[in-house]
């Protein structure tokens, strides 16, 4: 604990903290240094995700490393830590992209559609940036807490009416989830007597017998309250009404909250009962293979029905938590690197067309995609004349291009990293070493290139109505800081195919550091705590 | 002493619950706060109950961990009180704001048709 670098692990924390609390000093009219101080905040956090980055990764030596950071460098027996490892600097770095992406998109109209919406999205960055980091269950519930807090003011952000009823809808679901995080959280202290998930991970192994159902049912309870988050069916009902109605650049954070449930079912479900977990190794693996197929099959329905292009959106979010939580369940180390793939790919380009539907809606009239429908099933004429020969402008064209990628990436298409990641995930199923492929494996790879089949039909039926059939009765006005950040995480995403390599090289070393979390447990936990004696507590 | 706790955690979640399943939101919000009652009375119970023990040391005692009270529960309810508390008071704002909004105290903003 000497030296500035060694710090580093805690300021993601600390500059949205600051950020955000000076905010709510600021007078309310003066958006330009708000924002400007948002911008530079966001900012900073892109260039550190990318440094921890590197030094999760090990750049000099290339071996990896789990830095952990003891606040008051307490022992973390007694103390709180925050731990640094490759999936945490995966998420920070993706948390710093759609930060920056979705704050550059508000600055052009959504900043000034209510008060406090700089410091809530400080606020929520912070939380988001706490919830990668920390290595302790009850620090992570309080992140999460911030998180969701910073997010019903996001979700709220515009007023109206939908939003008010959705977002009611959104408050009462998460309170209840979160006190069914703090049931399994407190169920699990009281069997293992431990909060810090690496020592927990130690201790799983030594539990008694006959506290282990215990501890497995606080798990569970825990685990509910992550895929709440997630959306798993039948619990993500929520989740597509929620984020049809939020507000664009608010959606785009805001969406990778689903992806902070999977990341805590990945990160403790790995730890607490992969290979070191004893007699409870593998517990619950089948529930969130079946879960997220099923999760797969109601997104990938949803997808197909829905009329509307931000429904149409949720609907994918919906997709994408179950593949990440089917592949999860499949506890193949190889089908988690590709699932990180996946997950990546995914939350750039579903927070890219969260910005887009914003874009492309604003130049339409009410109604318009129903009517669409009601015009193909009814086969009603359209008059044509007036359409011949009237250039497509020059931003209609570049929106229709992001919805092209967009399709793509969602779909999974080639040439987009959307087809990659899917690829990588399917390639480790059929060859899984000589054996033969199980009935699961197929039900998953089923359902993989269905819903992507799902995907791409939705997603051509709502390009075509929106792009030829009813065009937008004016072009949409799109200033360059809205077409930017949908830019910037489309080109990611075609770099993301471009350097594939480096790339996937960096998730499989994260999958193998997750699935055997050896240098995790060891980084935080120097000296095990000899089994036996905690017994004694009692 | 046991069976006390056990039963006052189950009678709250049980009311918690049921209110919590109703359709009108002030329902919903006195049922959420009796469910976070609940639950901060059982985090309390991880900690074993005692009775008579002392917070952390007895005067003059050498400490041992088998004789005070658990102090990381205590901690846990106290954050959770707070955030409860907290996430409570911004869920009223919301349910007022939909009130207003909505013209109808029904959690999804309007009466069911008869």
């Known amino acids: 604990m000497s030296g500035w670098m060694d710090h580093l692990t805690i300021v993601p924390i600390i500059i949205p903290l600051l950020a955000g609390t000076l905010m709510m000093l600021i007078d309310e009219r003066r958006r330009t240094l708000k924002a400007a101080l948002g911008v530079a905040s966001a900012l900073v956090l892109l260039v550190l995700a990318v440094v921890l980055l590197l030094v999760a990764d090990g750049a000099p030596s290339g071996g990896g490393a789990v830095r952990v950071y003891r606040l008051g460098d307490w022992p973390s027996l007694f103390g709180i830590v925050l731990v640094l490892d490759r999936l945490a600097a995966l998420m920070l770095l993706l948390t710093a992209i759609l930060g920056i992406a979705a704050l550059v998109f508000s600055l052009a109209r959504w900043q000034h559609a209510g008060a406090h919406f700089h410091s809530l999205f400080q606020f929520q960055l912070m939380g988001l940036n706490g919830a990668f980091l920390t290595g302790d269950l009850f620090n992570l519930f309080v992140f999460f807490e911030i998180m969701l807090a910073a997010s019903y003011g996001l979700a709220l952000h515009g007023s109206g009416l939908a939003r008010v009823r959705a977002g009611l809808h959104y408050l009462v679901i998460n309170l209840a989830a979160s006190l069914l995080f703090l049931i399994g959280v407190s169920m699990i202290y009281g069997v293992a007597g431990t909060l810090n998930m690496a ?24 685990g509910i309250a992550f895929l709440i988050k997630a959306g798993m069916w039948p619990l993500g009902f929520w989740l597509p009404n929620t984020y049809a109605t939020v507000s664009a650049a608010s959606v785009a954070i805001i969406s990778i909250l689903s992806k902070v449930g999977v990341y805590a079912v990945l990160r403790l479900w790995l730890l607490m009962f992969g290979e070191s977990g004893g ?11 079946a879960g997220g ?15 509307n292009m931000a429904r149409l959106a949720s609907a994918s979010v919906l997709v994408s938590s179950g593949t990440l939580l089917a592949a999860a369940g499949t506890g193949q180390v190889a089908v988690t690197g590709g699932a990180l793939f996946y997950l990546t790919s995914s939350v750039l380009g579903i927070a890219g067309f969260f910005l887009l539907i ?10 318009a995609d129903v009517l669409a429908v009601t015009r193909e099933a009814f086969g009603e004429e359209v008059d044509e004349d007036d359409q011949v020969g009237v250039p497509i402008p020059a931003a209609m064209a570049i929106l229709g291009a992001s919805f092209v990628a967009c399709a793509l990436l969602l779909a999974g298409l080639p040439p987009l990293s959307g087809f990659l990641a899917k690829f990588a995930m399917l390639g480790p199923l059929l060859s899984p070493g000589g054996a033969g492929v199980s009935a699961t494996t197929w039900a998953l790879l089923a359902a993989l290139i269905l819903s992507g089949l799902a995907t791409i039909v939705a997603m051509t039926r709502t390009g075509i109505d929106v792009f030829w059939a009813s065009p937008a009765a004016a072009v949409p006005r799109v200033r360059v800081a809205e077409l930017a950040p949908v830019m910037l995480l489309l080109t990611l995403c075609v770099a993301l195919s471009v350097q594939a390599g480096p790339v996937m090289r960096y998730m499989e070393a994260t999958a193998q550091s997750i699935h055997v979390p050896h240098g995790y447990v060891t980084g935080v936990v120097p000296t095990p705590w000899p089994s036996g004696t905690e017994g004694d507590r009692r | 002493m046991e069976l006390i706790l ?17 359709p009108r939101t002030f329902q919903v919000i006195i049922g959420l706060s009796l469910l976070s009652y609940a639950v901060n009375l059982f985090i309390f119970s991880t900690g074993g109950l005692r009775t008579g023990a002392a917070p952390v040391l007895e005067r003059g005692a050498v400490g041992h961990l088998a004789t005070h009270a658990d102090p ?35 959690v999804d903003g309007r009466e069911k048709d008869r």
Request: hydrophobic letters at 60%.
């Open chain 1, 199 to 222: 020592e927990l991970a130690t201790r799983i192994a030594v539990v008694a017998s006959e506290d282990r159902a215990l501890l497995e049912a606080g798990a569970a309870i825990l």
């Open chain 1, 279 to 289: 007699a409870s190794a593998g517990f619950g693996g089948l529930w969130l293979l």
């Open chain 1, 293 to 307: 197929l099923l999760t797969i099959a109601f997104g990938s329905v949803a997808v197909l029905a829905t009329q």
């Open chain 1, 358 to 367: 914003e874009l492309v809606e604003r130049g339409r009239e009410l109604g």
């Open chain 2, 6 to 22: 056990a039963l006052g955690i189950g009678v709250l979640t049980g009311s918690g619950v049921w209110l919590l399943l109703r």
């Open chain 2, 72 to 106: 990381v529960p205590q901690a846990l309810v106290l954050t959770a009180i707070v955030i409860s508390f907290a996430t409570t008071a911004l869920f009223l704002v919301v349910l007022l704001a939909a009130r207003g909004l909505t013209g109808t105290d029904h």
